[in-house]
């Protein structure tokens, strides 16, 4: 039995967690926010009561409504996705393994039945999240919004990546608002692609969204910075930025 009374979450003291976690059950679409405000905020902070609650977010996510399951999937991968990773002794991956592993195997089955790109993108990020996969648990969006923002290696300037279904490339400058120098990527060759990249790309084709896997090629690919002309891994950049 968990003492609530002795954890915290963002706001203190973790004893209303219960409470705010039956609320969510009832409306996980209209309590989300709320609940993530004091287990999660700004989607990359969790402390001792968050991980608590991933047990109780597994019982409402089996028991829950093919409509509203979306929202408990996403609130539990962004919870995991704050965890030391699996190689951290006492990492709450391991502790929570048995619900986790319920949210992964609900996570895994949704995405088959997923056609909304966005939706999509922030169930696999979850998934990724239950497996302790760091960086790319949270660094997939860029293939649904189609932009990246690196710095370059060599020359340290800022690099906007575009990754679309008609133009990929990079640039220096605001291509939104004005004609820019442009640099086009390069993308992975499907035979190219090994490990995570070879997978995200094969399942998003098995999953009918191939507009994502063509984003994989290019997000796991080469560019040239538009200024100095050095050469570099699009994924290692983007890596690099979010750490």
């Not at 004091?38 to 969790?46: F, S, V």
């Not at 509203?68 to 929570?96: E, M, N, Y």
Request: glycine share 8%; with cysteine.
């Amino acid at each position: 039995m968990t003492d609530w009374s002795t954890l915290t979450d963002a706001c203190g003291s973790a004893e209303h967690v219960p409470a705010l976690l039956d609320r969510f059950e009832a409306d996980p679409s209209g309590v989300w926010s709320e609940l993530m405000d004091h287990l999660c905020p700004q989607l990359d902070l969790a402390f001792t009561a968050s991980f608590a609650a991933l047990p109780r977010l597994a019982e409402i996510a089996t028991a829950g409504r093919p409509g509203t399951l979306g929202w408990v999937l996403l609130a539990a991968g962004a919870i995991a996705s704050c965890s030391p990773g699996l190689s951290d002794p006492g990492s709450p991956l391991t502790v929570f393994s048995a619900p986790i592993a319920v949210l992964h195997d609900l996570t895994d089955r949704r995405l088959s039945q997923t056609a909304g790109a966005e939706e999509y993108v922030n169930l696999l990020q979850a998934l990724l999240s239950f497996e302790g996969v760091e960086i790319w648990d949270r660094s997939l969006d860029g293939l649904q919004s189609g932009e990246y923002e690196v710095d370059c290696p060599y020359c340290g300037v800022n690099i906007f990546v575009v990754i679309g279904q008609d133009d990929s490339f990079c640039c220096t400058d605001d291509y939104a608002l004005q004609d820019v120098l442009k640099s086009p990527l390069q993308p992975a060759r499907t035979q190219q692609l090994e490990g995570l990249p070879r997978r995200l790309f094969s399942r998003a084709l098995a999953d009918g969204q191939e507009g994502l896997a063509h984003g994989v090629r290019y997000l796991f690919g080469r560019a040239a910075c538009p200024d100095c002309g050095t050469d570099f891994s699009v994924a290692e950049r983007v890596a690099g930025w979010i750490l």
